[in-house]
């Protein structure tokens, strides 16, 4: 089963970066896909970007702009790079990756806290 991995979460101010990492092991398929979801305290579980392994990226709305996906497919890692962060930006921000034929893996889910 694949392992996700993420790390870079953790506690900023408004206007700060942060910079999440996701590593993908137990895998020698090819991964297809691979993105971040977030999780705000009593909200649904949205997208926030995903990148294929072509490079296409699809950022939210709410953090165009401010948020950049990017890939590292030697290392099958996934990075999200959060500037200008807002205090609405404070959620549980999953990895996941997408191996055709294969479930989709989510990572444990890492803190990103913005402070006003």
């Known amino acids: 089963q694949v392992q996700l991995v993420e790390s870079g979460g953790g506690l900023v101010q408004a206007g700060g970066s942060l910079r999440l990492s996701c590593v993908a092991s137990?895998?020698?398929?090819?991964?297809?896909?691979m993105g971040w979801h977030r999780q705000a305290q009593g909200n649904q579980r949205e997208l926030v970007a995903f990148?294929?392994?072509?490079?296409?990226?699809n950022i939210a709305n709410s953090v165009k702009g401010r948020f950049t996906i990017s890939r590292d497919n030697d290392k099958n890692t996934v990075f999200l790079q959060m500037n200008s962060l807002k205090a609405e930006d404070t959620a549980v921000y999953y990895c996941?990756?997408?191996?055709?034929?294969?479930?989709?893996?989510w990572g444990q889910g890492t803190q990103v806290t913005v402070s006003s």
């Open positions: 996941y990756v997408d191996i055709p034929g294969r479930p989709r893996s």
């Open positions: 137990r895998t020698s398929l090819s991964i297809y896909g």
């Open positions: 990148i294929t392994n072509s490079g296409f990226t």
